[in-house]
T-cell receptor, first 113, second 114 residues
Framework: GNSVTQMEGPVTLSEEAFLTINCTYT??????LFWYVQYPGEGLQLLLK?????DKGSNKGFEATYRKETTSFHLEKGSVQVSDSAVYFC????????????FGTGTRLQVFP | NAGVTQTPKFQVLKTGQSMTLQCAQD?????MSWYRQDPGMGLRLIHY???????DQGEVPNGYNVSRSTTEDFPLRLLSAAPSQTSVYFC?????????????FGPGTRLTVL
Protein backbone atom coordinates (compact mmCIF):
# COMPACT_ATOMS: atom_id res chain seq x y z
CA GLY A 1 0.00 0.00 0.00
CA ASN A 2 0.87 3.65 -0.02
CA SER A 3 3.33 4.84 2.58
CA VAL A 4 5.56 7.77 3.53
CA THR A 5 8.95 7.58 5.22
CA GLN A 6 10.52 10.58 6.92
CA MET A 7 13.87 11.06 8.53
CA GLU A 8 13.97 10.63 12.29
CA GLY A 9 14.17 13.67 14.47
CA PRO A 10 14.74 15.79 16.27
CA VAL A 11 16.68 17.99 13.92
CA THR A 12 18.55 20.63 15.88
CA LEU A 13 19.92 23.69 14.07
CA SER A 14 21.23 27.12 14.80
CA GLU A 15 19.41 30.12 13.41
CA GLU A 16 20.26 30.85 9.75
CA ALA A 17 21.42 27.28 9.10
CA PHE A 18 20.32 25.32 6.04
CA LEU A 19 17.53 22.79 6.58
CA THR A 20 16.79 19.54 4.80
CA ILE A 21 14.17 17.06 5.99
CA ASN A 22 14.08 13.92 3.87
CA CYS A 23 10.84 12.32 2.72
CA THR A 24 10.38 9.35 0.42
CA TYR A 25 7.17 7.66 -0.58
CA THR A 26 5.71 4.45 -1.97
CA UNK A 27 2.54 4.79 -3.97
CA UNK A 28 0.51 3.43 -6.83
CA UNK A 29 0.27 5.93 -9.60
CA UNK A 30 1.18 9.58 -9.11
CA UNK A 31 -0.19 10.92 -5.86
CA UNK A 32 -0.18 14.53 -4.71
CA LEU A 33 2.48 15.29 -2.10
CA PHE A 34 2.35 17.67 0.85
CA TRP A 35 4.25 19.10 3.75
CA TYR A 36 2.22 19.99 6.82
CA VAL A 37 3.58 21.86 9.86
CA GLN A 38 2.41 21.59 13.45
CA TYR A 39 3.41 24.38 15.81
CA PRO A 40 3.35 23.61 19.55
CA GLY A 41 -0.18 23.18 20.88
CA GLU A 42 -1.81 23.64 17.48
CA GLY A 43 -3.31 21.55 14.71
CA LEU A 44 -1.61 20.88 11.41
CA GLN A 45 -1.35 23.52 8.72
CA LEU A 46 -0.59 22.97 5.07
CA LEU A 47 2.88 24.32 4.33
CA LEU A 48 3.22 23.45 0.65
CA LYS A 49 2.11 20.95 -1.95
CA UNK A 50 2.97 19.51 -5.37
CA UNK A 51 0.50 17.66 -7.52
CA UNK A 52 2.67 16.24 -10.33
CA UNK A 53 6.21 15.19 -11.09
CA UNK A 54 8.83 17.98 -11.16
CA ASP A 55 6.44 20.43 -9.51
CA LYS A 56 8.08 22.59 -6.86
CA GLY A 57 5.96 23.65 -3.91
CA SER A 58 7.09 26.70 -1.96
CA ASN A 59 5.88 28.80 0.95
CA LYS A 60 7.47 30.94 3.70
CA GLY A 61 10.96 30.21 2.33
CA PHE A 62 10.44 26.45 2.36
CA GLU A 63 10.65 24.44 -0.86
CA ALA A 64 10.13 20.84 -1.94
CA THR A 65 10.33 19.27 -5.39
CA TYR A 66 8.29 16.26 -6.47
CA ARG A 67 10.90 13.77 -7.76
CA LYS A 68 9.24 10.79 -9.41
CA GLU A 69 12.50 9.09 -10.32
CA THR A 70 13.64 8.95 -6.70
CA THR A 71 10.11 8.93 -5.17
CA SER A 72 11.14 11.79 -2.92
CA PHE A 73 9.81 15.13 -1.70
CA HIS A 74 12.52 16.58 0.52
CA LEU A 75 11.81 19.79 2.42
CA GLU A 76 14.45 22.54 2.32
CA LYS A 77 14.93 26.02 3.66
CA GLY A 78 18.01 28.14 3.12
CA SER A 79 18.02 29.97 6.45
CA VAL A 80 15.89 28.78 9.36
CA GLN A 81 14.53 30.96 12.15
CA VAL A 82 13.65 30.18 15.74
CA SER A 83 9.99 30.58 14.74
CA ASP A 84 10.34 27.59 12.38
CA SER A 85 10.62 25.26 15.37
CA ALA A 86 7.76 22.79 14.89
CA VAL A 87 6.96 19.27 13.78
CA TYR A 88 6.92 18.74 10.01
CA PHE A 89 4.86 16.01 8.38
CA CYS A 90 5.24 14.72 4.85
CA UNK A 91 2.04 13.29 3.38
CA UNK A 92 0.52 11.96 0.20
CA UNK A 93 -3.05 11.69 -0.97
CA UNK A 94 -4.58 8.73 -2.70
CA UNK A 95 -5.04 9.45 -6.38
CA UNK A 96 -8.66 8.35 -6.37
CA UNK A 97 -9.66 9.45 -2.88
CA UNK A 98 -8.04 12.69 -1.90
CA UNK A 99 -9.64 12.52 1.55
CA UNK A 100 -7.22 9.79 2.45
CA UNK A 101 -4.05 11.54 3.46
CA UNK A 102 -1.22 9.19 4.42
CA PHE A 103 1.24 10.83 6.79
CA GLY A 104 4.81 10.18 7.68
CA THR A 105 5.78 9.96 11.34
CA GLY A 106 6.79 13.60 11.57
CA THR A 107 10.15 15.28 12.14
CA ARG A 108 10.66 17.69 15.01
CA LEU A 109 12.78 20.73 14.18
CA GLN A 110 14.37 22.74 16.95
CA VAL A 111 16.09 26.00 16.02
CA PHE A 112 18.25 27.78 18.58
CA PRO A 113 19.35 31.43 18.48
CA ASN B 1 -14.72 32.42 10.67
CA ALA B 2 -13.74 30.19 13.58
CA GLY B 3 -12.52 27.47 11.18
CA VAL B 4 -12.49 23.96 12.66
CA THR B 5 -13.26 23.79 16.38
CA GLN B 6 -12.93 20.81 18.68
CA THR B 7 -14.13 20.18 22.21
CA PRO B 8 -12.99 19.25 24.73
CA LYS B 9 -9.31 20.16 24.60
CA PHE B 10 -8.37 17.55 27.20
CA GLN B 11 -10.22 14.51 28.55
CA VAL B 12 -9.43 11.68 30.95
CA LEU B 13 -11.59 8.56 30.86
CA LYS B 14 -11.64 5.27 32.67
CA THR B 15 -11.61 2.02 30.72
CA GLY B 16 -15.11 1.18 29.56
CA GLN B 17 -16.51 4.70 29.71
CA SER B 18 -18.05 6.28 26.65
CA MET B 19 -17.75 9.80 25.34
CA THR B 20 -18.16 11.96 22.26
CA LEU B 21 -15.51 14.23 20.82
CA GLN B 22 -17.10 17.21 19.15
CA CYS B 23 -16.01 18.77 15.88
CA ALA B 24 -17.59 21.68 14.04
CA GLN B 25 -16.63 23.79 11.04
CA ASP B 26 -18.12 27.01 9.74
CA UNK B 27 -16.58 27.02 6.27
CA UNK B 28 -19.39 25.05 4.62
CA UNK B 29 -16.93 22.29 3.74
CA UNK B 30 -18.38 19.07 2.41
CA UNK B 31 -15.62 16.76 3.56
CA MET B 32 -14.73 16.10 7.19
CA SER B 33 -12.32 13.60 8.72
CA TRP B 34 -11.05 12.33 12.05
CA TYR B 35 -7.39 11.41 12.63
CA ARG B 36 -5.49 10.15 15.62
CA GLN B 37 -1.89 11.11 16.29
CA ASP B 38 0.37 8.74 18.16
CA PRO B 39 4.09 9.09 18.88
CA GLY B 40 6.22 7.67 16.09
CA MET B 41 3.19 6.89 13.92
CA GLY B 42 2.15 10.19 12.40
CA LEU B 43 -1.57 10.74 11.83
CA ARG B 44 -3.90 7.91 10.92
CA LEU B 45 -7.37 8.30 9.43
CA ILE B 46 -10.20 6.95 11.61
CA HIS B 47 -13.38 7.90 9.74
CA TYR B 48 -14.37 10.43 7.14
CA UNK B 49 -17.47 11.92 5.58
CA UNK B 50 -18.07 13.33 2.12
CA UNK B 51 -21.30 15.07 3.09
CA UNK B 52 -24.26 15.02 5.45
CA UNK B 53 -25.58 11.50 5.88
CA UNK B 54 -22.50 9.84 4.33
CA UNK B 55 -19.62 8.35 6.30
CA ASP B 56 -16.89 5.81 5.60
CA GLN B 57 -14.11 4.03 7.44
CA GLY B 58 -10.48 5.03 7.33
CA GLU B 59 -7.37 3.14 8.34
CA VAL B 60 -8.16 2.56 12.05
CA PRO B 61 -11.96 2.65 12.56
CA ASN B 62 -12.38 -0.03 15.23
CA GLY B 63 -13.77 1.24 18.53
CA TYR B 64 -15.09 4.47 17.02
CA ASN B 65 -18.43 5.54 15.57
CA VAL B 66 -19.31 8.64 13.60
CA SER B 67 -22.40 10.26 12.14
CA ARG B 68 -22.94 13.35 10.01
CA SER B 69 -26.40 14.78 10.41
CA THR B 70 -25.41 18.32 9.39
CA THR B 71 -22.73 19.83 7.17
CA GLU B 72 -21.21 21.64 10.16
CA ASP B 73 -20.82 18.85 12.72
CA PHE B 74 -18.94 15.56 12.73
CA PRO B 75 -18.81 13.99 16.22
CA LEU B 76 -16.60 11.01 17.04
CA ARG B 77 -17.96 8.52 19.57
CA LEU B 78 -15.98 6.14 21.72
CA LEU B 79 -18.45 3.50 22.88
CA SER B 80 -16.22 1.73 25.42
CA ALA B 81 -12.89 3.43 25.90
CA ALA B 82 -9.70 1.37 26.03
CA PRO B 83 -6.14 2.42 27.00
CA SER B 84 -5.12 1.84 23.36
CA GLN B 85 -7.30 4.82 22.46
CA THR B 86 -5.10 7.19 24.42
CA SER B 87 -4.06 9.63 21.72
CA VAL B 88 -4.45 13.12 20.31
CA TYR B 89 -7.44 13.38 18.01
CA PHE B 90 -7.67 15.84 15.15
CA CYS B 91 -10.68 16.76 13.10
CA UNK B 92 -10.20 18.17 9.60
CA UNK B 93 -12.40 19.55 6.87
CA UNK B 94 -12.01 20.53 3.24
CA UNK B 95 -14.02 21.77 0.34
CA UNK B 96 -15.13 19.31 -2.32
CA UNK B 97 -14.10 19.49 -5.94
CA UNK B 98 -10.79 20.15 -7.67
CA UNK B 99 -7.71 17.97 -7.81
CA UNK B 100 -6.89 18.67 -4.20
CA UNK B 101 -8.25 21.14 -1.73
CA UNK B 102 -6.36 21.91 1.45
CA UNK B 103 -7.49 20.17 4.61
CA UNK B 104 -7.99 22.46 7.59
CA PHE B 105 -7.27 20.94 10.97
CA GLY B 106 -8.73 21.70 14.37
CA PRO B 107 -6.50 22.25 17.43
CA GLY B 108 -6.93 18.68 18.68
CA THR B 109 -8.31 16.81 21.69
CA ARG B 110 -5.85 15.06 23.99
CA LEU B 111 -7.51 11.92 25.37
CA THR B 112 -6.12 9.72 28.14
CA VAL B 113 -7.78 6.41 28.97
CA LEU B 114 -6.78 4.93 32.31
Amino acid sequence: GNSVTQMEGPVTLSEEAFLTINCTYTATGYPSLFWYVQYPGEGLQLLLKATKADDKGSNKGFEATYRKETTSFHLEKGSVQVSDSAVYFCALSDLYNTDKLIFGTGTRLQVFP
Amino acid sequence: NAGVTQTPKFQVLKTGQSMTLQCAQDMNHEYMSWYRQDPGMGLRLIHYSVGAGITDQGEVPNGYNVSRSTTEDFPLRLLSAAPSQTSVYFCASRKAGGTYNEQFFGPGTRLTVL
